[in-house]
């Protein structure tokens, strides 16, 4: 995150969604809005078109690194399934174009830094780099500066990673996180020195869960407010939801950063509004699907085949191209992210055009995922709730059905309160929400590194072919 004049932006992981690394905006480090993604997609590689039993879940770009220097805005991201680096550089950041440097090798949780007319990149897990780079920002400087600035034995837990690095008031700042070394818990540490190649030193600078299941407050950046004030945003795991950012007030004493209210962070923000009555678009919203191309908010579960999908005129359209055997071998799979702490979608399906052996419906996606999957079979149409196996098995399990029309209109209603992590899903009959099958449960797993998101899909079990057509999404926070 950093800020430009009276803009702050914000670039966010999407590990395996395309388009890729989300770009916000915002005026008071509260509210945000979409700028849109810095690509469409990474190479379609078999992974990340879902082919050949290949996926790319958990992997894809991860924790980006943002830069503004001489007018030139630079992101930074490690493609962890190519095991490379990238660097994208625009003037525009709201439209681009970018143009892309590669790195060769994984520099891991990158923090790219310009300083003195140089580039560097610092990175790594539990031994912290600092590496020059070439003009190009293509690989190392030759006979550059490159040199360890901290490291720390590896635990049980976690060793030093999730780097962000700065210069402020001539002094060189080191930010990273790690766990305590008795038992799982993210703190945030932050290490000085006068220059690069001198002595870092520091230690924990916050420590602190906010009263939620120890779930600890860190990993993230620093900015300043034009007025002069500054502020952490980190995150905190919370259950299936994901991670959460959190604002933090930030002071200064002595050369280091004092963080939090008396180390607490405090659970309401301030208003820091640099332009005040300004109203912001949605993150996420209802879509009609009237027009012709997507909206910021929906990202497709990896690279999608743009040859079996299409938007406008009210609908949205999903062909299956291919046999799929369960959710998540399914390449055109719309998601969007749920918001803490209940999150509603509903939408409308007319599966007239389905092929038998076609599923399609509302999906929350994970590893374990769930579904409430508008199905036609030889004898006609049934609605079920499909789910992912108890065990690593692949395939898909029948856990509730009814039967069912050509059309229906489905609701997921994802309850992230407190941790409850449970989504229940509904079908409306003569107006009533009826239940499909019990809540089932969600979880972070960090095979897909993701929050739970909830998802449109068509896929067809038996031939291919087939058309689903979806209509009248809505999306609603609501109070637990």
């Not at 810095?38 to 039993?53: I, K, P, Q, S, V």
């Not at 190392?140 to 490291?151: F, H, K, N």
């Not at 590896?154 to 008795?182: A, C, M, N, Q, V």
């Not at 600078?205 to 007025?227: E, L, R």
Request: hydrophobic share 40%; aromatic share 12%.
């Amino acid at each position: 995150m950093i800020r430009v004049d009276d803009t702050y932006y914000l670039v966010s992981t999407t590990m395996h969604f395309s388009p890729g690394c989300a770009i916000l905006r915002s005026y008071d480090l509260i509210h945000w809005e979409w700028c849109g993604h810095l690509y469409d997609a990474l190479d379609e590689t078999d992974a990340r078109t879902l082919t050949n039993g290949q996926n790319c879940y958990g992997k894809g770009m991860w924790a980006p690194s943002l830069r503004w220097q001489d007018g030139v805005f630079s992101v930074c991201f490690a493609v962890v399934d190519k095991g490379e680096t990238h660097i994208y550089r625009t003037r525009d950041i709201e439209n681009g174009p970018w143009t892309l440097s590669v790195l060769p090798g994984l520099y891991h949780d990158p923090s790219l830094f310009f300083d003195g007319g140089k580039a560097y990149i610092v990175y790594g897990n539990s031994t912290i780099r600092l590496t020059e780079l070439n003009d190009a920002l293509t690989g190392p400087q030759p006979g550059g500066l490159d040199r360890v600035l901290v490291t720390m034995e590896k635990t049980k837990t976690l060793g030093y990673e999730g780097s962000h690095f700065y210069k402020i008031d001539g002094r060189y700042y080191l930010f990273t996180i790690h766990s305590l070394p008795d038992r799982w818990r993210r703190v945030e540490s932050c290490f000085a020195a006068d220059s690069l190649t001198g002595e870092f030193t520091g230690g924990v600078v916050f420590n602190d869960d906010q009263g939620y299941h120890g779930q600890g407050v860190a990993q993230g950046g620093v900015v300043d407010t034009p007025d002069g004030r500054w502020y952490a945003v980190f995150f905190q795991d919370r259950g299936a939801v994901g991670r959460t950012p959190v604002l933090i007030p930030l002071g200064w004493e002595q050369g280091m950063p004092v963080i939090g209210d008396d180390g607490k962070a405090p659970k309401e923000a301030v208003n820091l509004t640099a332009r005040p009555g300004y109203a912001y678009a949605p993150l996420a919203e209802d879509d009609s699907f009237d027009a012709p191309a997507l909206k910021a908010m929906w990202e497709w579960n990896h690279v999608p085949d743009d040859t079996l999908w299409q938007t406008g005129g009210g609908f949205l359209s999903l062909t299956a191209g291919r046999i799929d055997g369960e959710l998540t071998d399914a390449r055109n799979t719309l998601t969007v992210r749920c918001t803490y702490p209940v999150t509603e979608v509903t939408v409308q399906l007319d599966g007239s055009r389905l092929a038998v052996g076609g599923r399609a419906g509302l999906c929350a996606l994970q590893y374990a995922w769930s579904a409430a999957a508008l199905r036609r079979t030889e004898e006609g149409f049934v609605l079920s709730l499909l789910t992912k196996p108890a065990n690593d098995q692949s395939g898909e399990t029948v856990t509730a059905e009814v039967p069912a029309s050509e059309a229906v209109t489905l609701k997921a209603l994802f309850d992230f309160t407190d941790m409850k992590d449970a989504v229940s899903f509904f079908h409306l009959e003569d107006g009533a929400w009826l239940p499909l099958g019990t809540p089932q449960k969600m979880a972070f797993d960090l095979r897909h590194f993701a929050g739970v998101r909830a998802g449109l899909f068509h896929y067809n079990a038996e031939a291919a072919g087939g058309e689903a057509r979806f209509s009248a999404f809505t999306y609603r926070v609501v109070a637990p």
